[in-house]
């Protein structure tokens, strides 16, 4: 006989009583196993208390803030940080993102998001931490070992750069990717600001490997922040 399961792990920290309550309904009510917090520093305590599968933080709480929780907690926990932020505004996403933050929501939020965006996160932090050779979604598949992209089984000709921003995304699905990042990566730090030419790049990525490309289905858009591969 197989032991059962142990049900995943979720931390809430948020100075909202009525957030904490409605978020704990929400993921309880889906099996999750709830912890909430009400502040930075009892969030960080229950964090090494209970070792979480996934944390979600709130960014606008007195005392400690959301920003410096999220740079305390990823210098030892590498589980993923899902951050609400009340303001919605980009500066503030990208800051908690290069903090340390896997993704973020903006309050108020539907709980099909909510529990959209925890899927997403569960399930790439379960998945292989040595690169994938080859994934497949859909009716693309990418082979990183050989450079080769495939949709619906014919041969997609990528150039070398867009090939480079494809495989980024894709090693980083459902994660949101700053368009900084992304320069970064495939550019370096001196094309850190040059994100006219990012976007020329993933329209004619989306050209050659969308069904719809003016309807994307691989290479999800997040205004202000950068760019979404997605999996669902």
């Known amino acids: ?27 309880s ?18 964090a090494i208390e209970h070792s979480p599968d996934l944390v979600i933080l709130d960014l606008a709480m007195p005392g400690m803030a959301g920003m410096e929780v999220c740079r305390e907690l990823r210098t030892w926990y590498f589980s993923p940080i899902l951050v609400l932020s009340v303001k919605g505004a980009d500066s503030d996403k990208i800051a908690a993102l290069d903090a340390g933050a896997d993704d973020y929501i903006t309050k108020p939020f539907s709980a099909g998001e909510l529990l959209a965006r925890v899927r997403a ?4 932090a379960a998945s292989p931490t040595s690169p994938t050779p080859l994934i497949a979604i859909g009716e693309l598949e990418i082979d ?17 750069t867009e090939f480079d921003i494809l495989a980024f995304l894709a090693q980083n699905a459902d994660r949101v990717v700053t368009s900084k990042m992304l320069l970064e990566k495939v550019w370096g730090e001196d094309y850190a600001e040059d994100t006219q030419t990012l976007r020329v790049h993933i329209s004619h990525l989306r050209k050659k490997i969308e069904p719809h490309p003016s309807v994307p289905r691989y290479i999800l858009t997040e205004p202000g922040i950068g760019f979404r591969f997605s999996t669902q």
């Open 1 to 27: 006989m197989s032991a059962p399961e142990k049900p995943v792990k979720i931390l809430i920290i948020d100075d909202e009583e009525q957030i904490r309550r409605a978020l704990t309904s929400i993921l």
């Open 29 to 46: 009510a889906r099996k999750y196993a709830v912890f909430a917090a009400a502040g930075g520093a009892e969030g960080i305590d229950a």
């Open 121 to 124: 996160l569960l399930r790439r």
């Open 144 to 160: 990183f070992a050989q450079r080769r992209v495939r949709r619906a089984g014919q041969e997609v000709e990528l150039t070398r």
